[in-house]
């Protein structure tokens, strides 16, 4: 099993900074897209960021100019650089990735369990 373990959640005020981590574990052969979606109470879960293994990003717009995705492929393991934060990004934040755990097996989607940020004002 491919388990994904996110860390770095904490409670800041408005205009602070953060840094998610996730990080893989468990038979893995490759990770193609790494992503992080956020989750706020009554919401529906949203996409925050990706990243390609190649270093290509996305960014929902909300965060454009603010968060930075990064990761690291030797580790598997992908970031979140998060400043300027605003209560609006209060959420319970997932990171994402679509593994290969094998080369005969198809790519398949796992999810961490989540970590909470919360921005005050």
């Known amino acids: 099993q491919v388990q994904l373990v996110e860390s770095g959640g904490d409670f800041v005020q408005a205009g602070g900074s953060l840094r998610l981590s996730c990080s893989t574990s468990g038979l893995i052969f490759s990770i193609s897209v790494m992503g992080w979606f956020r989750q706020a109470p009554g919401k529906q879960r949203e996409l925050v960021a990706i990243?390609?293994?190649?270093?290509?990003?996305n960014y929902a717009d909300s965060v454009k100019g603010r968060f930075t995705i990064s990761r690291d492929n030797a580790k598997n393991t992908v970031y979140l650089q998060m400043n300027s934060l605003k209560p609006g990004d209060t959420a319970v934040y997932y990171c994402?990735?679509?593994?290969?755990?094998?080369?005969?097996?198809?790519?398949?989607?796992?999810w961490g369990q989540g970590t909470q940020v919360t921005v005050s004002l």
């Open positions: 994402t990735a679509d593994v290969r755990r094998t080369i005969l097996r198809p790519v398949s989607t796992y």
């Open positions: 990243i390609t293994s190649g270093g290509t990003t």
